[in-house]
């Protein structure tokens, strides 16, 4: 087939429908799962960490966590005083999180929880206008606790005098 000066063969017009058919298919699915592409979300608890003066080494800062609780409607309980959080200052005043630490539930159960996130206040800014958010991760041995090795979350801080203090969303 002649178009033009163009030579069309069978093939690419086949090819030519195809990419046409599958741009429209691929556009129908994109809008099909555009009623569920906003994250819902739920609490998952409340944590308020303890924590001990900083050990300030330059550009990174540790610091420890020497207990702390966390509430929320599926769990609650302790944390030890054996975890921390080793932040790395970056030139752009932004800080980055990597924060580790053992919870307790009030049943007895051991949760070993991990985030990593990013702190930032504008120069000048209050701490209101602190953006501080992590992503905490969760493992365990326990059988009732399983089910939370398998979510994602979203932690916000909360600014807290001399704690760090979060509330953890799990994303539905």
């Given at each position: 087939m002649v178009e033009g000066k163009r030579l069309i063969s069978r093939r690419s017009a086949a090819k030519s429908a195809?990419?046409?058919?599958?741009?429209?298919?691929?556009?129908?699915?994109?809008a099909a799962q555009?009623?569920?592409?906003?994250?819902?979300?739920?609490?998952?608890m409340d944590v308020v960490f303890?924590?001990?003066t900083p050990h300030n080494l330059g550009t990174r800062m540790i610091v420890p966590v020497t207990g702390g609780t966390f509430t929320g409607p599926k769990l609650k309980g302790t944390a030890f005083g054996n975890g921390g959080d080793w932040i790395t200052r970056r030139p752009d005043g932004a800080s980055l999180l990597n924060v580790r630490a053992t919870l307790k539930t009030d049943d007895e159960q051991l949760i070993y929880m991990t985030y990593d996130g990013i702190m930032y206040t504008p120069p000048g800014g209050k701490p209101t206008d602190m953006y501080w958010r992590t992503t905490p991760r969760f493992e365990t041995a326990?059988?009732?606790?399983?089910?939370?090795?398998?979510?994602?979350?979203?932690?916000i801080g909360v600014p807290t005098p001399g704690k760090a203090a979060y509330r953890v969303f799990q994303i539905l």
């Open positions: 195809a990419v046409a058919l599958g741009g429209a298919l691929l556009s129908a699915e994109l555009d009623a569920n592409a906003t994250l819902r979300s739920e609490l998952l303890d924590v001990a326990s059988a009732k606790y399983e089910w939370i090795t398998r979510i994602v979350c979203v932690g």
